[in-house]
Structure formats: C-alpha cells, structure tokens
C-alpha cells in the first residue's frame, strides 16, 4: 500500500485547510486509515483515525469539534477538513494504513507528509 499526502501550506490562525491521502496498490486490504502530526521537536501524535467499512472515528481531544476525518472509498483517499486552526496546529501531518497483507498479517504504511504551517 502506497500513500500520498497533498494540501498543507500556510494559512493564518482561524482559517482552514483540507489534506487529502491518496491510497494506491493493495487498497482493498486497508481495514484502517489515520493521520498523525510532529511538530519539530516532538513526538508524532495520533489526530484521527477512520475505519474503513463503518467510518468510526476517533480524534484526539485537541481536535475535537474543529477537525473532521472522512474517507471515499471509491476514490480510495482519506481527507482531514481542519477549520478553526490554532498556531499550536503546525507540524507535518502524515497519513497512515493499516492493511492486512497477502500472508495475513497486520501492517501498516506511512505517507511522506505534508507540511502544516499556522501564523498567529
């Protein structure tokens, strides 16, 4: 499985942005998707994830009520509407899938991020 990240950039506190994850190669196989943040000198931390059949979704206290994951099965791709952005948002955003593979395994494969600058 195979994932590219698109839609980060600069935008100014309060505005919006949409990040888009496009998902290639053994995608009926994704059971779960999510997308994670680093800010420079931190650790990677879980914003959303979504399952694949149901849509559950799960999202970290910090955005809840201003970030929305949703996934198009169809297209294959998984986005994150994010309104209400806060400085402290910034990082680089990555998209991840967890996909069993042809062995029935559990894996998982990252996308290669996309840059989320806020000025205050």
């Known amino acids: 499985v195979h994932l590219a990240e698109s839609g980060g950039g600069l935008v100014q506190a309060g505005g919006s942005l949409r990040l888009s994850c496009a998902a290639s190669?053994?995608?009926?196989?994704?059971?779960?998707m999510g997308w994670y943040r680093q800010a420079p000198g931190k650790q990677r931390e879980l914003v959303a994830t979504?399952?694949?059949?149901?849509?559950?979704?799960n999202y970290a206290d910090s955005v809840k009520g201003r970030f929305t994951i949703s996934r198009d099965n169809a297209k294959n791709t998984m986005y994150l509407q994010m309104n209400s952005l806060k400085p402290e948002d910034a990082a680089v955003y990555y998209c991840?899938?967890?996909?069993?593979?042809?062995?029935?395994?559990?894996?998982?494969?990252w996308g290669q991020g996309t840059q989320v600058t806020v000025s205050s």
């Open positions: 190669g053994r995608t009926l196989s994704i059971h779960n």
């Open positions: 979504i399952t694949m059949g149901s849509g559950y979704t």
């Open positions: 991840e899938a967890r996909y069993t593979t042809t062995w029935g395994a559990e894996a998982g494969s």
